[in-house]
C-alpha cells in the first residue's frame, strides 16, 4: 500500500475502536503488502474484540491483498446469483467464506432512474458479512472475532470442491443457518429491531 493510504487505513481503525466504540469494521478496500502502521491497528482492533471483515480483491488472480490476507481479518469473496464464483474475485487463501457480490443494486445519484442494477465487486459483498455480524451481535453480544469466524465457517453452504478451497472459502455465508445455530430465527432479529 501507499504509506499515506496506509496511515489512514490505520488512523480510521483506531478511530472505530476509541472514537467511536464499533464492534464490527467493514472494510471494502484493499492493497498490497502493508505498512506496520496498518498492522498494528488491525492487531489493535482484533484485541479489543472487533470483528473485522474485508473484501478480498477484484483482480481475479492469486494475489493477496490486505487487509483481507491480515490473519485478524475475515476475507469475502464474491459469488452471482446462481452461487457460482465471479471471476473477478480473488482466488487465495485470503478468501475465508463468500457472498453475493454480482448484479447488485446500488444508489447512483448520477444514473437517470438513481439507481444501478449491474454493480459488482468483492465491495459489495464484504459488507453483507458484516451485517451477519451485527445480528449475531444483536443476539449474543459477548461473541468474539474467533466465535463469529467459527459461526461462519461451521454454518456456510459449501460451494466448489468439497470443504475449503481457495475460491469459495469455507462457502457461502448463510444468515438464516448462522442464527439457527445462534436458537434464534431471522423473524425473531426484525421483531427485536422493531421494538427498540
Avoid at 6 to 27: K, L, P, R, T
Avoid at 130 to 150: H, K
Amino acid at each position: 500500500m501507499d504509506p499515506g493510504y496506509d496511515d489512514w487505513a490505520a488512523e480510521a481503525i483506531y478511530a472505530a475502536v476509541d472514537e467511536y466504540d464499533c464492534d464490527i469494521i467493514n472494510m471494502s478496500f484493499g492493497e498490497g503488502i502493508p505498512s506496520t502502521v496498518f498492522m498494528e491497528a488491525v492487531e489493535y482492533a482484533y484485541e479489543k474484540g472487533v470483528i473485522m471483515v474485508a473484501a478480498v480483491g477484484n483482480y481475479g488472480s492469486k494475489t493477496e491483498l490486505f487487509p483481507a490476507a491480515f490473519d485478524e481479518v475475515i476475507g469475502v469473496g464474491a459469488v452471482g446469483a446462481e452461487k457460482e464464483w465471479c471471476d473477478f474475485s480473488q482466488y487465495n487463501e485470503s478468501v475465508f467464506i463468500t457472498a453475493p457480490g454480482d448484479l447488485m443494486v446500488t444508489a447512483e445519484k448520477t444514473a437517470s432512474d438513481a439507481y444501478e442494477t449491474d454493480r459488482e465487486g468483492t465491495s459489495f459483498s464484504s459488507p453483507c458479512v458484516a451485517a451477519i455480524a451485527a445480528l449475531a451481535l444483536q443476539v449474543d453480544n459477548t461473541l468474539t472475532p474467533t466465535e463469529f469466524r467459527d459461526l461462519l465457517k461451521e454454518t456456510a453452504e459449501d460451494l466448489g470442491d468439497a470443504g475449503y478451497d481457495i475460491y469459495y472459502g469455507h462457502g457461502l455465508a448463510d444468515i438464516e443457518a448462522l442464527l439457527k445455530a445462534l436458537e434464534v430465527s431471522l423473524g425473531s432479529c426484525y421483531s427485536q429491531r422493531e421494538g427498540l
